[in-house]
């Protein structure tokens, strides 16, 4: 069931008009019922595994936050190792196999390491990481263990992030399970607005050029230049389109039940640097990440080595969290050495900014430092969507000579170029919107006037209904 689907649309009207109906622990147990309805559409088997991390933690943290410091880190550990080894066993044993045999055979040993037949758990990787957030959390004293079982199961399962995210931390999302949310009107008017932006997102943009992307990656040698740059760039506007709307429909509904989640995306394609870039997209993952793996491994010794070794380790193993390929580690490792060179050569770039007398000219350079940043991204776009180094490869060197284009590609890709036409005004009027976003204090006085801000939703009802791509297509991030 997702949620770009009627049966999501009938489903959610039912559990928010029950779930208006009730009060205290009956509207918390619908929740929770509702949360594990929604993920046994998915899969009714692995339910058990969102029951057994429910249960290991909720007990782990109450050991930890009564036992003495042995004890504290042995019932860590055993939560730590239980949420470890689910994702391990799930999504990297094969890798480490089918990355081990080939040093094997190079060592003289002929075995080959057999290969699991393993369907990954819907969503795993964001509900293990949010667990893990509660027991360490509580470790480190920075948040009480949580006594009432039913509010820590709601927590590991709350099913508008239950999925795909916001990873959420216990200090912010806990604390609203002890009592009622307040239902507002204008919380309920902003989460169905931020829903429908979420919507519009995903299917008017995302999905309308996905085929397109595939067509091209899924068979780069038989394109040219210009095809395989348009896949590249419409492949970015498609990862941030999807994966922001699926982050927008979960806050927008969220925000009409009463609860408040983390903002996962802060337009993070206005960036001026790979580093803020990284502070702005999926903003959830990256403090995780900063929070339990970089501040670690940096330790009390603040050393510049070790801070850039840090960097790309840390964002190593955000690739790894993708999926178990050396293609989404390499995306990883080349995203971590842009930080590490960005930051060798601030100072140098500064002083030639400074002597070409650039900084007389702000704009320019913003407008500069951003396509710049964005010419980045997207190169190590390229091996995140390759699936293979050679696919890759082949890509990133053979984006220029550009060469001729044949717009009757679209429809082959079933984007007619009347629609396609009609998806590069939506995207540019997405990224105006979503300048006056990152820009508040620069947003128009009409926004304030209800019959053009109203005029501006239907407007996007609109195009959902009629541009919007229907067919149930699964949000990218599921597969993580």
């Known amino acids: 069931m997702r949620f770009n689907s009627f049966q999501f649309a009938f489903f ?25 309805f929604f993920y046994m559409c998915w899969s009714v088997k692995y339910i058990v595994l ?17 036992s003495e410091t042995g004890r504290r880190r042995m019932y860590l550990g055993l939560s730590l190792a239980c949420n470890i080894g689910l994702l391990v066993a799930f999504k990297y044993v094969n890798f480490f196999g089918a990355s081990i045999t080939p040093l094997m055979r190079f060592a003289g040993l002929q075995q080959d390491i057999p290969l699991m037949h393993i ?14 957030s509660y027991t360490i959390d509580v470790y480190r004293r920075r948040a009480p263990a949580e006594h ?21 931390r216990p200090n912010e999302l806990l604390p609203q399970f002890h009592s009622d949310p307040k239902i507002r009107l204008d919380l309920v008017r902003s989460g169905f607005a931020q829903t429908l932006w979420g919507l519009f997102k995903k299917m008017v943009i995302a999905d309308s050029v996905a085929e397109f ?8 040698r038989g394109y040219g230049g210009a095809s395989l740059l ?4 419409l492949f970015a506007l498609q990862i941030y389109c999807d994966f922001s709307g699926y982050s927008d429909i979960a806050l927008g509904i969220a925000r009409v039940m009463g609860y408040e989640l983390r903002m996962n995306f802060r337009q993070p394609y206005f960036s001026r640097s790979i580093a803020e870039f990284w502070s702005r997209w999926h903003i959830s993952l990256t403090t995780w ?7 670690p491994l940096m330790g009390e010794r603040v050393s510049i080595p070790r801070h850039y070794m840090s960097v790309i380790v840390t964002l190593g193993l955000c690739g790894l969290w993708h999926g178990a390929s050396w293609m989404f580690a390499l995306t990883g490792v080349l995203h971590g050495t842009y930080i590490v060179i960005g930051d060798a050569t601030r100072m140098l770039r500064r002083k030639l900014r400074s002597a070409l007398g650039l900084e007389k000219f702000p704009t320019v350079v913003a407008v ?20 293979t180094f050679d696919s890759g490869w082949y890509i990133l060197t053979h984006l220029f000579p550009l060469g001729h284009f044949n717009s009757l590609q679209f429809p082959i890709a079933s984007l007619d170029r009347v629609n396609a036409v009609f998806v590069g005004i939506f995207t540019v009027m997405m990224f105006g919107v979503e300048w006056y976003m990152a820009h508040p204090e620069r947003i128009p006085r009409a926004w304030s006037i209800n019959v053009f801000r109203y005029a501006c939703y239907y407007a996007c009802v609109y195009a959902v209904i009629f541009f919007g791509v229907f067919g149930h297509a699964d949000f990218i991030y599921f597969q993580f």
């Open 12 to 36: 959610f009207i039912a559990c928010w008009t029950l779930f208006l109906c009730l009060r205290g622990t009956p509207r918390k147990i619908l929740l929770l019922v509702a949360s594990y």
């Open 50 to 66: 969102i029951w057994g991390i429910t249960l290991i933690d909720y007990v782990a943290g109450l050991q930890i936050e009564k």
């Open 119 to 132: 369907i990954l758990p819907l969503g795993l990787s964001f509900h293990t990481f949010q667990a893990m």
């Open 148 to 168: 009432n079982l039913l509010n820590y199961a709601l927590y590991v399962a709350f099913f508008p992030q239950l999925v795909a995210g916001p990873i959420e």
């Open 213 to 220: 992307v595939s067509m091209v990656y899924q068979n780069p």
């Open 230 to 233: 348009i896949a590249t760039v």
């Open 289 to 295: 990440l900063r929070d339990y793996v970089y501040l």
């Open 368 to 387: 500069w430092q951003v396509f710049f940043t964005m010419s980045l991204v997207m190169l190590a776009w390229i091996f995140f969507r390759a699936g």
